[in-house]
C-alpha cells in the first residue's frame, strides 16, 4: 500500500493531536489542591506578593485551597518543610544553597522579591557612641531567627570587618511588634530586621542604619550584585510529582506582582491585615515606599543573582563549597516563564 506524503502528513497531525488533547486537559487537573505554605514573619514586605495573591483570591481562582502556616523566621518554616508538615516555602532563595550544601534538594519555583530588603542598625539608645561594625564585637544583635536570612545579612556584615559569628550572640525577636519592643527595651544592641520595622525605628530615630538592601542600588553596594529574595521553594521531588500545582503557585504570585506594579498606597492599605501596620499606617506607606522596586515584577529569577548569592554565602560560611554547588539544580524559571506570558507582568 502507497501513502501519499499529504495523507501521511494528516494522520500524523490527527495522532499528535490525540496525543495532546489528554495532556491539555490533565493540564487544568491539579495533582494537589490542598497546599500547605510555610513562612516565617508574613507581615513583613519581604512576604507582601503572597499576602496579595491571598488576600485578592488569586490562589483560589488557580483552584487551590492554601494554608499558610506563620513562623518566627524563615529558617523556621524551613524545618517545617523539612519535618513534613508545610509543602511550599515562601522563604529565601539561599536556603536553597544550603540546603544543597548538607546534600538535600529544594528548589525555587518563583521569585518574590529581588533585592533582600534587609537592614542594620544600631540602637541609638544602647550604642549612643558607635563609630565603627568593630563596636559590635559581644553584642547582642536581634534577627527575624537564627538561620534565617536577617541572620546571613548580618553575619555578611560582620564577616567584611572580620568578626566572627560566635563573637557576637544572636537573638531571635520575629519581624513585627515583638522586634520593635526588643530593641526599645534594650534587650539588643543592634538588629538586622526587614520592613516596615527597620523604617519605622528609623525614623523615629531609634536606630542609626549601617547596612541597608531595601534598594537595588543598596543591594549591590552589600552583595557586589543583584540577589534573589523571598521566593516559593521546595523539594525537587514536590516540584517534579506536582507540575500543575506548582504552575497554580506560580499564576497566583505573579499575578499579585503584576498588580503590586501599578497599586497605589490607599490599595496596599485596603488589601492587607490591619495588624501589618504596626499601628501607624503613614509609617507603613513610607515603609512599602522604600522597598517597592525591591519586589520582583514577573517572578523570575535571574541567573546572576544565584551567583552572587552563592559568593555572598560562601565568604562567610566555611561549608559552603562553591564549586561544589550546582546552582542550575536550586531554582527553576519554568513556571515563572508560564505565569509571565499569561499575565503580561
Known amino acids: 500500500m502507497i501513502i501519499s506524503r499529504r495523507t501521511f502528513t494528516s494522520a500524523a497531525a490527527l495522532t499528535a493531536a490525540a496525543i495532546a488533547a489528554p495532556a491539555l486537559r490533565a493540564q487544568v487537573k491539579l495533582e494537589k489542591s490542598k497546599v500547605s505554605i510555610a513562612v516565617g514573619g508574613k507581615a513583613a514586605f519581604y512576604y507582601l506578593p503572597l499576602t496579595i495573591s491571598e488576600q485578592l483570591g488569586y490562589f483560589k481562582a488557580e483552584g487551590l485551597d492554601v494554608e499558610i502556616s506563620d513562623f ?14 508545610s509543602d511550599v516555602v515562601s522563604g529565601a532563595y539561599e536556603h536553597t544553597i544550603n540546603m544543597q550544601s548538607k546534600n538535600q534538594y529544594i528548589q525555587a519555583f518563583v521569585l518574590q522579591g529581588r533585592a533582600p ?7 541609638t539608645k544602647a550604642m549612643p557612641n558607635y563609630k565603627t561594625l568593630t563596636d559590635l564585637k559581644g553584642k547582642k544583635i536581634g534577627v527575624s531567627a537564627p538561620g534565617s536570612s536577617t541572620n546571613m545579612v548580618a553575619n555578611l556584615v560582620l564577616s567584611r570587618a572580620g568578626i566572627k559569628a560566635s563573637e557576637v550572640s544572636f537573638v531571635g525577636v520575629g519581624t513585627a511588634a515583638g522586634a520593635l ?5 534594650g534587650q539588643i544592641d543592634a538588629m538586622s530586621n526587614t520592613d516596615p520595622v527597620m ?24 552583595f557586589g550584585g543583584p540577589m ?18 506548582c504552575q497554580g503557585l506560580a499564576n497566583a504570585i505573579v499575578r499579585g506582582l503584576k498588580w503590586l506594579q501599578t497599586a497605589g498606597p490607599s490599595d496596599i492599605i ?25 519586589i520582583s515584577l514577573d517572578g523570575l529569577i535571574a541567573e546572576e543573582g544565584t551567583r552572587t548569592a552563592l559568593k555572598a554565602l560562601a565568604s562567610f560560611d566555611p561549608a559552603i563549597k562553591p564549586e ?7 531554582y527553576t524559571n519554568e513556571f515563572a516563564r508560564r505565569a509571565k506570558d499569561r499575565f503580561k507582568a
Open 72 to 85: 518566627a523566621g524563615g529558617a523556621r518554616a524551613l524545618q517545617a518543610l523539612v519535618g513534613g508538615s
Open 117 to 123: 530588603q534587609i537592614a542594620v542598625g544600631v540602637s
Open 181 to 185: 519592643a526588643a530593641l526599645r527595651s
Open 199 to 222: 523604617t519605622m525605628l528609623e525614623q523615629k530615630g531609634d536606630v542609626k542604619i549601617i547596612s541597608d538592601t531595601r534598594t537595588l542600588k543598596g543591594t549591590i553596594d552589600v
Open 228 to 245: 534573589p529574595a523571598a521566593c516559593f521553594y521546595s523539594h525537587t521531588d514536590f516540584v517534579l510529582k506536582n507540575p500543575n500545582t
Open 270 to 294: 485596603k488589601t492587607v491585615p490591619e495588624g501589618y501596620l504596626l499601628g501607624d499606617r503613614a509609617l507603613y506607606l513610607a515603609s512599602f515606599n522604600k522597598v517597592r522596586e525591591a
Open 324 to 330: 561544589k554547588i550546582e546552582l542550575g539544580k536550586t
